[in-house]
Every structure is written in structure tokens, then in C-alpha cells.
């Protein structure tokens, strides 16, 4: 129940953590407005009464400002970390480690805003509920039908195209060796698009039955609705977690293949995103 804009900036700047691209501008607009701007992106999903929508905006709220005053800093410290890897010789242990330690920033996120969010969900009535369901099963659908229209070799040009695009943001002007070996990459990549729609399908099947089941007590009920909010693990299939491992290798090894060939200039560069994107973090921090 966040911002769609903010939940992909946040997103964007733990995954850089991989090595994300983020705008400073609207990041900190997004982030200091969220309350406000929730309150659009909700709407899409569930008619909230005013007093639900204050609870919300006041959840929201205080997590924002749980946000920015703890775990901001970390993920300045990570970027420091990856900014010095990327500077060095890049060891693959040590970056696959800093990468899956990046990512457990937003596990934290959930963890923290689990327990408000679930006292907002105990007075939702059995209207809403459903309202919530239906509308999230409608963009599952609707996600489902657009990629069924474009072919799989379709949807891996268009990652190939992705893939150069985040690449020259980072490094401008790719030199043949490079787009050779991003090409090699993308060609091994495993799409998991539909295992994922699996994931989001048992996850929302799970909140429909806790929603549903009229017997369980307060306790039980939040109980249930904790695992669902925050442990992902617990949805995920053993295939995706295999292909998911394996397209982190593939990344993982492209970033230290990719980081052997770069030019004075490129590194440069890359190093002027390192710079802007813990500007971003000081600015949000500071706001």
C-alpha cells in the first residue's frame, strides 16, 4: 500500500546497489510528498473511508520518516562499498555478497511497516476486501495479457535494448568487446515472467484465503497476514529460486567482465552516477 513512485524509486536505489540509475529530482518529490501521492495510487485499489485513509496517510508517514532516518544512511554505505569494488578489481564473492545484502533493504521496509499496515487491514470490511482482490487480480491479468503479445525472443530484444540503454547511462559510448559481451549475457538470461506471475498469484491466493476465513481469531489473522506482507521466500518455488540464482551469476559475472574493459572516460562516468546517486541519498536525508 505505497506509492507506485515511490516504491520504484526505492526499489531502483536498493537494486543499484546493483548498479541503478535514479533520479535525484524525482525521488526527493516523490519521497516527501508520499503520504500525499499515496493517496492517488490506493484509489486504484481500494475506496478507503476517512478514517482508513488517515491511518493509512499516518502509517505512511511515520515509515517514511523511519526510512530516511535509518536506512538511508545504509544504503549510502553501500553504494560507498560498491563505488570502491567497482574502483578495485571486482571479486565476485564479495560483490554477489553486497548485492543480496543490498537487496535485504527492502525486507526491512516490510518488516517495519508489517504491523501498522495489518492493524489498518483488520477494518476492512468484507467489500473492500474483496475490492482489493479483485482489482489486484485485474493487474496481474493485465500483465499476463501484455506480455503474451510479443513473441519470447521478442521480449528478449526488448531486454537487449534495456540492457544497452542502462549500460550507456553508465558509461556513455559502449565499445564493440562490451556490446558483445551484454549481448552474450542477455542470450543466456532466463525469463522467469511467468513463474513470477506464479509467485504474485499464490501470494494474492494466500491474502484472499486469510481475508476469506471467517474462524480465524485477531491473533491468527495477523499472523498469516505477517508471512504474506513480509516473507516472500515463503512463495517462491524452488524453480524460480534456481533461475533467479542463476541470472544473478550471469549479472554478476557481465559487471565484473564489463568492469575489465572500461576506458578512462567510462570509468569516469561511472563514477560521476556513483557520486550523483549518494548526492540523492545525502538530499533525501536532508530534506
Given amino acids: 500500500m505505497f506509492s507506485k513512485i515511490i516504491i520504484k524509486k526505492i526499489a531502483k536505489i536498493i537494486t543499484v546497489l546493483s548498479m541503478l540509475l535514479l533520479s535525484a529530482c524525482s525521488t526527493s518529490f516523490a519521497y516527501n510528498n508520499l503520504p500525499w501521492l499515496s493517496s492517488f495510487w490506493v484509489d486504484d485499489y481500494i475506496d478507503l473511508n476517512k478514517s482508513q485513509a488517515k491511518q493509512l496517510k499516518q502509517i505512511i508517514e511515520n515509515t517514511r520518516n ?7 544512511l545504509k544504503y549510502k554505505q553501500d553504494l560507498t562499498n560498491l563505488q570502491a569494488m567497482f ?5 565476485k564473492e564479495e560483490l554477489t555478497k553486497q548485492i543480496t545484502l543490498a537487496k535485504g533493504h527492502w525486507g526491512n521496509l516490510l518488516d517495519y511497516a508489517s504491523q501498522p499496515l495489518i492493524t489498518l487491514a483488520k477494518t476492512l470490511t468484507s467489500k473492500q476486501r474483496k475490492e482489493l482482490i479483485d482489482n489486484i487480480t485485474a493487474d496481474i491479468n493485465d500483465e499476463l495479457k501484455e506480455h503474451n503479445e510479443l513473441s519470447l525472443q521478442e521480449h528478449k530484444d526488448m531486454r537487449l535494448d534495456k540492457q544497452f540503454d542502462y549500460f550507456k547511462q553508465w558509461l556513455n559510448k559502449l565499445t564493440p568487446e562490451q556490446v558483445r559481451l551484454i549481448k552474450a549475457a542477455n542470450e543466456q538470461h ?7 506471475q506464479d509467485y504474485k498469484r499464490d501470494r494474492l491466493r494466500a491474502l484472499e484465503q486469510t481475508f476469506s476465513n471467517l474462524q480465524l481469531d485477531e491473533q491468527q489473522f495477523a499472523t498469516q497476514l505477517e508471512i504474506i506482507i513480509t516473507d516472500r521466500d515463503a512463495f517462491i518455488g524452488d524453480e524460480l529460486k534456481a533461475k533467479n540464482e542463476n541470472n544473478l551469476v550471469l549479472y554478476i559475472n557481465l559487471l565484473i567482465d564489463l568492469n575489465n574493459t572500461l576506458s578512462k572516460q567510462q570509468r569516469k562516468s561511472a563514477n560521476e552516477h556513483f557520486d550523483d546517486l549518494m548526492q540523492t541519498v545525502n538530499e533525501l536525508r536532508n530534506d
Avoid: G, P
Wanted: aromatic share 16%; net charge neutral.
Fill in 87 to 91: 574502483n578495485s578489481q571486482l571479486n
Fill in 190 to 196: 532466463i525469463n522467469t515472467f511467468l513463474l513470477w
Fill in 66 to 72: 523511519w526510512h530516511r532516518q535509518t536506512e538511508l
